[in-house]
């Protein structure tokens, strides 16, 4: 077999892991984050003052916030469950020793402490656990596809064939949530109709950045005979077009349907399509063609998976609408976003469950299809990884409590009591000021340029497959190329920063 046959085959007819070991995986970032938050607190108590020094700040976040996750995927893969178990208790560790390190003025017995926090109030211009989200989603996507084609990845984490979870069939999904919990339909207040159709032109505009990458990367891909999984998108669909058309038909719905109902669009759009598949031949062509044998002739049959998928990608895009929206409704205190944490919990419960059944009583999860178990599982996972950087942010802010004028870089800032002027519960929150993510740091810098990120991370793994011998790598060289990958992309987003340069195509 040629090199580029035997690297398709590498990533092909996998059956994914199980849900536990992904949630497993999900809490491995927010313990990294909450790691470094509470190191650098521990700093400034020592010190006196924050760390400032920008080569140090950069080689702290790489070592705790993406190191780890780098050794996670591949030499650790087989001992996973011990990875967050060390971490956490490496967390404890030095939140036991901020806390009996403190200053004698701050030492007030913990229940009263407790009270404290719960009656702090956060910056509500700014809420740090939706840009963490999306900045480790992009930094666990930029790992996953290039670790992918190293045998150190475990074949159980990449795409699966038709059926199954694996973690990169999650980055897929989760990646539609984390464009829509922060789309312009979100953050906009609602208006008159013509206004509505205003803003569907504008979104035509804004979209031609990702047709215009969809098709850079269809003609590379082609002139350069790189291999590619066809069962994946099709022949010439990939994901920058899922992307564009997603945000296009959503915007359409959005125009026609209130904002506030997107979820019953949601619903009626997936429950509808999972119908059809069941009860016509559209599943049949989809995994086997026109012909029952899986031949690709024609532009609907060479891209079936593509174009189908699109009705369950737009059904999550839809779900994650209304959640974004219910996300940015004020909430001024520690005590209100705890309380929205177990409202959380109790979705993503309820959400497992209908999971459960669904796969039982229908089909399992498909994201080839992009079915209704699909969806579900990744409105599930998304939220718990979401979860799980709300918990982390209201833990530093309680750890901050603990020495003041501590500073955090990508945390809620403890600001005073509002007035009668501040704004009310309930009240939309505006995203234009990002608050504490303005530090200098690697969440905030990737955040500035996500797009240049994703597409420096997939120029680099194209070069190193084209210039490496991937799939009989040894462990030493593929730790090393891993993290030289993602150092030097990390590096160019932190010189970005520090320069203040933020590169937009539109």
Not at 12 to 21: A, Q
Request: hydrophobic share 50%; glycine share 6%.
């Amino acid at each position: 077999m040629s090199q580029k046959h035997l690297k398709e085959a590498f990533v092909s007819n996998l059956n994914g892991t199980t849900l536990l070991e992904i949630s497993l995986g999900l809490s491995l970032p927010p313990l990294c984050l909450l790691c470094r938050g509470l190191l650098l607190v521990l700093y400034q108590l020592h010190y006196g003052k924050p760390l400032t020094s920008r080569r140090c700040s950069l080689l702290l976040d790489f070592l705790v916030l993406v190191s780890p996750l780098l050794f996670s995927c591949t030499v650790l893969s087989p001992v996973l469950p011990a990875v967050p178990a060390v971490l956490a208790a490496s967390c404890a560790g030095i939140f036991s020793k901020i806390y009996s390190q403190r200053k004698p003025q701050s030492r007030v017995p913990f229940g009263q402490m407790v009270k404290d926090f719960q009656k702090t109030y956060l910056d509500a211009d700014c809420i740090p656990a939706v840009t963490v989200f999306r900045v480790y989603l992009n930094v666990l996507t930029s790992i996953s596809i290039l670790a992918v084609d190293f045998p150190q990845y475990p074949r159980r984490y990449a795409k699966t064939e038709t059926y199954g979870t694996g973690v990169m069939d999650l980055g897929v999904g989760a990646f539609i949530f984390g464009n829509a919990i922060i789309c312009p339909e979100v953050r906009q207040k609602s208006g008159a109709t013509q206004l509505k159709f205003s803003h569907l032109a504008r979104q035509l505009f804004s979209v031609w950045p990702l047709l215009f990458l969809g098709v850079g990367r269809l003609l590379s891909v082609k002139s350069l005979e790189y291999h590619e999984h066809t069962s994946e998108y099709g022949v010439h669909w990939n994901f920058f077009f899922t992307l564009a058309f997603v945000r296009l038909a959503a915007s359409l719905l959005l125009a026609i349907f209130p904002k506030n109902k997107s979820w019953l669009v949601a619903l009626s759009l997936v429950v509808l399509y999972q119908l059809t598949l069941d009860s016509t031949s559209l599943k049949l062509f989809l995994l086997q063609g026109s012909d029952g044998r899986g031949t690709r002739v024609g532009f609907l049959n060479a891209n079936r998976e593509g174009l189908l998928s699109l009705f369950g990608y737009l059904a999550i895009y839809m779900a994650s609408v209304q959640v974004g929206l219910w996300l940015l409704r004020c909430r001024s205190s520690a005590r209100g976003w705890a309380e929205a944490g177990g409202s959380l919990l109790l979705t993503v419960l309820l959400l497992f469950a209908c999971l459960q059944v669904v796969q039982a009583v229908v089909e399992p999860v498909s994201r080839r299809m992009a079915n209704l178990s699909y969806c579900l599982w990744v409105l599930a996972h998304s939220l718990t990884f979401f979860l799980w950087f709300l918990g982390t942010d209201l833990i530093l802010v309680f750890t901050k409590l603990l020495v003041k004028g501590s500073s955090l870089p990508c945390c809620w800032e403890v600001v005073k009591p509002p007035t009668t002027s501040w704004k009310q519960e309930g009240e939309v929150v505006p995203l234009g000021r990002q608050g504490k993510l303005e530090q200098i740091c690697l969440i905030s810098a990737i955040n500035k340029n996500q797009l240049l990120f994703f597409l420096l991370a997939n120029v680099m793994t194209g070069a190193v497959n084209m210039l490496v011998d991937t799939i009989h790598s040894q462990s030493a060289f593929t730790l090393c190329v891993l993290h030289l990958y993602m150092f030097l992309n990390c590096l160019i987003m932190y010189i970005l920063q520090a320069k203040n340069i933020v590169l937009k195509f539109w």
